[in-house]
């Protein structure tokens, strides 16, 4: 017997445009980022890895219609998760412990 797997929220949408902003602005932060601590050829932002990661393990809302059985109410969770995803790329949130437990 096979399971139907759920869609997860990176394989629905994302929201790239914060995502964007955040990685930008972490490449040119100088002081306390894990970046600085060597320059490598091919530095990639670790905000894309952090929405990368949360968006692969969360379930987009369509693939929950037990739990948002309308496409608003599908719309209004997937909105909830951009917001949760803003606000971890951020680099400052990555220690702010108020900050994680919210999401």
């Given at each position: 017997m096979t399971k139907?797997?759920?869609r997860k929220l990176?394989?629905?949408?994302?929201p790239l445009e914060?995502?964007?902003?955040?990685?930008?602005?972490?490449?040119?932060?100088?002081h306390g980022h894990?970046?600085?601590?060597?320059?490598?050829?091919?530095r990639k932002?670790?905000?894309t890895a952090r929405a990368v990661l949360f968006a692969q393990l969360?379930?987009?809302p369509s693939s929950r219609p037990?739990?948002?059985?309308?496409e608003a109410e599908q719309d209004t969770r997937r909105r909830e998760l951009f917001e949760l995803i803003e606000q971890l790329v951020v680099w400052e949130n990555t220690t702010d412990l108020p900050a994680l437990l919210r999401l």
């Amino acid at each position: 017997m096979t399971k139907d797997r759920r869609r997860k929220l990176i394989e629905v949408a994302l929201p790239l445009e914060a995502i964007n902003r955040e990685s930008a602005r972490e490449k040119s932060i100088r002081h306390g980022h894990p970046s600085t601590l060597h320059l490598w050829w091919s530095r990639k932002p670790l905000a894309t890895a952090r929405a990368v990661l949360f968006a692969q393990l969360v379930d987009d809302p369509s693939s929950r219609p037990d739990l948002y059985p309308t496409e608003a109410e599908q719309d209004t969770r997937r909105r909830e998760l951009f917001e949760l995803i803003e606000q971890l790329v951020v680099w400052e949130n990555t220690t702010d412990l108020p900050a994680l437990l919210r999401l």
